[in-house]
């Protein structure tokens, strides 16, 4: 599968029968493949569902359910209808479903990217901010625009710990009833996310 997938550039789909079961005694759905085997085909897959007979139409569900586990990504829909063939309707369900994932995965990596530029760009404007605390003096003035800045992902926690970093390697303390900075003295403990306000 790896081969076919990573080094042949195909899709790959794999048809398991079901097999029913018993749990909380409900009667669920899971695959039918013995041992360790399930494990490695079905963990890399990006899709995964079951197909049912709903009336005189064939349903295929990706998401999870009370009867059966499924994997739904790429914001395919959960639940499709798979077309009944005949001279008038092409026989393109999986060709489509595949260009479908193809271009969400395109525009999902987009995102993606800008989103780490963004992310990348906030963070150098958190280090220069940082970088300009050398006292007593400079630090409020600097938690003022550290408070002012617009998060992105994970930059609101990358903030507060560089912060109360750079408040240690200071000796510097927050008093929280003033809401000044002083040099700490003894063991006294650095407050560190005071401009989060």
Not at 113 to 130: F, H, R, T
Not at 146 to 175: A, G, M
Request: proline share 2%; net charge neutral.
């Amino acid at each position: 599968m790896n081969r076919a997938y990573y080094e042949l550039n195909k899709h790959v789909v794999v048809i398991f029968h079901a097999k029913e079961v018993m749990e909380d005694d409900k009667t669920k759905l899971r695959i039918l493949v013995e041992g360790q085997n399930k494990d490695n085909i079905w963990q890399p897959m990006d899709l995964g569902g079951f197909i049912e007979m709903q009336g005189n139409k064939r349903i295929i569900t990706f998401g999870n359910n009370e009867r059966h586990f499924g994997k739904c990504c790429h914001g395919i829909s959960p639940r499709m209808e798979i077309p009944q063939l005949n001279e008038d309707i092409p026989n393109d369900f999986l060709t489509n479903l595949f260009r479908q994932i193809n271009e969400n995965a395109r525009k999902e990596a987009e995102l993606c990217e800008k989103s780490n530029e963004e992310y990348g760009a906030v963070v150098s404007d958190i280090m220069k901010i940082i970088d300009s605390i050398k006292d007593v003096k400079t630090v409020k003035t600097a938690a003022e625009k550290l408070k002012n800045i617009e998060h992105i992902k994970t930059s609101l926690t990358k903030s507060q710990l560089l912060f109360r970093k750079k408040l240690d390697e200071l000796n510097l303390k927050y008093n929280k009833e003033t809401g000044d900075y002083s040099v700490k003295s003894g063991k006294t403990e650095t407050t560190g996310n005071a401009f989060i306000a």
